[in-house]
């Protein structure tokens, strides 16, 4: 069994990319989460710190286990869930933490296809309808991208949504967030889209 030890020098954001994407090859082959990664061992040696390698900005749907279709374990990933990855005040002092407190290198804003959230706000949009509670409210960072995706069409809308909503996010967290813009500029953080199919498990990236 290979135990666990934090890295001597700091990984860089193509690696841990690269990590990430080689998790989801070993996913779709079927592969099951390395025992290293989850066992005791593993636990002990995270007891008193983490050190991710990603900050992941994900949608609390069921379907999307970022640990499972990126094959990662214990300490890997600092994720951020809600429904629609949408990034509030919560969301980005998570990243922030993630980045500017663990040294995170990478940060991925993971969508998916038929996301619920993101289909409310295509319904908000198509058919003016109302959500009770606090649903309204947080869908509406979603709309400015539904009306985006319109106007490049109809067909397909939903999916145009869930890339859209994406990419806004990335590109507001890479030009408008002041903790991640000197990371970057150093070398020593990417920010990332991505889209996961339901269907067939793959990740798309936006790079």
């Not at 690269?18 to 079927?30: M, V, W």
């Not at 040294?103 to 993971?110: F, I, K, T």
């Amino acid at each position: 069994m290979t135990s666990f030890t934090p890295p001597s020098t700091p990984m860089t954001p193509d690696e841990a990319l690269a990590l990430l994407k080689d998790g989801n090859r070993h996913y779709l082959d079927g592969n099951p989460l390395r025992p290293h990664l989850t066992g005791a061992e593993r636990r002990a040696a995270l007891a008193h710190e983490q050190r991710p390698f990603c900050v992941l900005v994900g949608c609390s749907d069921s379907r999307v286990s970022p640990e499972l279709l990126f094959g990662r374990g214990l300490g890997e990933l600092f994720i951020v869930r809600n429904a629609g990855n949408v990034v509030d005040l919560a969301a980005m002092g998570s990243i922030e933490y993630g980045v500017a407190v663990l040294g995170a290198p990478l940060v991925v804003v993971l969508g998916h296809e038929r996301c619920g959230a993101v289909q409310a706000a295509v319904d908000v949009v198509e058919k003016d309808t109302t959500y009770p509670g606090s649903i309204g409210q947080m869908i509406e960072p979603i709309i400015p991208a539904v009306l985006r995706a319109r106007r490049d069409g109809e067909a397909d809308l939903l999916d145009r949504s869930v890339r859209h909503n994406v990419r806004r996010i990335v590109e507001r967290l890479r030009t408008t967030e002041q903790m991640l813009l000197e990371p970057q500029r150093d070398g020593r953080l990417k920010i990332v889209g991505a889209r996961y199919d339901l269907d067939d498990g793959n990740v798309e990236f936006f790079e």
